[in-house]
């Protein structure tokens, strides 16, 4: 059973639109949830992260929102670019970062 | 450069044949983990190290085996390899913290293993 579920595989933007990635979890117990962005033939990269006692963390153009009581939550890009065409995978911490989860990812075309 | 290194980075082999790739990093993380990537799965977490001959099982451990000799080096090896360990291999690093902090991982360039 799959702790965290990313149920989009992808999703089609329009430059400069907004993007909303969705990710939905099962395990309250988590104490960190992560965002990491992977293009083709590179390892994952760390995007943004935010902790289970806040409901917003805000980067530049990435904004990760938690709502702890549905298990739910999503990265909003603004403006979407073309180079934030990849795949993003959402993932789920406990303390001290030792066990992670991530979902199955979702590919994001940004179109120009 | 402050970086994780996999080899090899493509391996073509067949079953039963042992193997090894091999993860070092140099920002002297404390903790390292090995993660397989298949279509539809997202990132499985294998094994992970908490630090030197600390090691513990993740999600997907059956067929792999890990050491943790010296702080920079996490090799993954596989004893006996089988086609449904056909994947794409990542080893990430981070610094371990106290309860309440987070570290973000850093990942190697990834493995591509097909087992024939």
């Known amino acids: 059973d799959q702790q965290v579920k990313q149920n989009s595989p992808s999703l089609s933007v329009q430059e400069g639109r907004i993007s909303i990635l969705n990710c939905d979890y099962t395990n309250s117990m988590f104490d960190y949830f992560l965002w990491y962005k992977k293009y083709p033939a590179e390892g994952p990269t760390f995007l943004i992260s935010?902790?289970?006692?806040?409901d917003k963390n805000e980067d530049g153009r990435f904004t990760v929102f938690l709502n702890k009581s549905a298990k739910h939550l999503s990265l909003h890009i603004v403006p979407s670019q073309p180079g934030d065409s990849a795949v993003y995978f959402c993932?789920?911490?406990?303390?001290?970062?030792?066990?992670?989860?991530f979902g199955a990812g979702t590919r994001l075309f940004v179109k120009a | 450069e402050a970086q994780v290194t996999q080899n090899p980075r493509y391996l073509i082999t067949v079953t039963g044949k042992k193997l090894t790739v091999t993860c070092s990093q140099n920002m002297n993380h404390e903790y390292m983990s090995w993660y397989r990537q298949d279509p539809g799965l997202g990132l499985r977490q294998i094994y992970y190290s908490m630090n030197v001959e600390v090691t513990d099982k993740g999600d997907v451990p059956e067929g792999y085996k890990v050491s943790r000799k010296e702080k920079r080096n996490f090799p993954l090896i596989l004893e006996s390899p089988s086609p449904n360990q056909t994947s794409l291999y990542f080893c990430a690093s981070s610094k371990a913290g106290p309860r309440d902090t987070f570290y973000e991982q850093y990942f190697g360039p990834g493995t591509r293993l097909t087992v024939t």
């Open positions: 993932a789920a911490s406990n303390t001290g970062g030792f066990k992670t989860i």
């Open positions: 935010i902790s289970s006692i806040k």
